[in-house]
T-cell receptor, first 115, second 115 residues
Framework: GDSVTQMEGPVTLSEEAFLTINCTYT??????LFWYVQYPGEGLQLLLK?????DKGSNKGFEATYRKETTSFHLEKGSVQVSDSAVYFC??????????????FGRGTSLIVHP | EAQVTQNPRYLITVTGKKLTVTCSQN?????MSWYRQDPGLGLRQIYY???????DKGDVPEGYKVSRKEKRNFPLILESPSPNQTSLYFC??????????????FGSGTQLSVL
């Protein structure tokens, strides 16, 4: 079945540091890929997405590129802020067909940013 | 405002006492689903529904029931809760694949403790 593997946390950085959170996947065909963010005490919310190979998703200074050749979708930000402290989830959504619609989530990576 | 509303936010109960967690969305989405979030395991899908009266098992359906009598509501039912169902639960909804923006909207979560 489909799977998503993301780096274990917590990732601890100082403000203005560069961030990378690795995500790789296995799936049949070419799924859509997502990064969701969960702030303390809240539900998940979409951060960015990419629906086909070489697409780059971006939002709030975060970026991720859909790499088919390496089956990866790494999250990056050039300069993190304290307010970016949260848990980040990589996820994939399989192509429609067959009636099933089960998104697959990674285990989440906690990011802690210190002033 | 587009939203997914879950209730209650916190619930403490005892083993074997039936409970229901409600979920409602105001976006006319066909797709709704329930997840549980456990430390180190990420999000795992319990059940999902692609339309009224259509429900399917996710990855961890044992011990749970759902119903979809109306498009906007998708309650999660624990007929006989056990301590291993202590977890943080999220409801989510979205359009179906091919209908447009593939994006899950999440509720704020229900923290359930079964004693």
């Amino acid at each position: 079945g489909d799977s998503v593997t993301q780096m274990e946390g917590p990732v601890t950085l100082s403000e203005e540091a560069f961030l990378t959170i690795n995500c790789t996947y296995t799936a049949t065909g070419y799924p859509s890929l997502f990064w969701y963010v969960q702030y303390p005490g809240e539900g998940l919310q979409l951060l960015l997405k990419a629906t086909k190979a070489d697409d780059k998703g971006s939002n709030k200074g975060f970026e991720a590129t859909y790499r088919k050749e390496t089956t990866s979708f790494h999250l990056e930000k050039g300069s993190v802020q304290v307010s970016d402290s949260a848990v980040y989830f990589c996820a994939l959504l399989p192509l429609s067909g067959g009636g099933s619609y089960i998104p697959t989530f990674g285990r989440g990576t906690s990011l802690i940013v210190h002033p | 405002e587009a939203q997914v509303t879950q209730n209650p936010r916190y619930l403490i109960t005892v083993t074997g006492k039936k409970l229901t967690v409600t979920c409602s969305q105001n976006m006319n989405h066909e797709y709704m689903s329930w997840y549980r979030q456990d430390p180190g395991l990420g999000l795992r899908q319990i059940y999902y529904s692609m339309n009224v009266e259509v429900t399917d098992k996710g990855d961890v359906p044992e011990g749970y029931k759902v119903s979809r009598k109306e498009k906007r509501n998708f309650p999660l039912i624990l007929e006989s809760p056990s301590p291993n169902q202590t977890s943080l639960y999220f409801c989510a909804s979205s359009l179906l694949p091919g209908q447009g923006d593939e994006k899950l909207f999440f509720g704020s979560g229900t923290q359930l403790s079964v004693l």
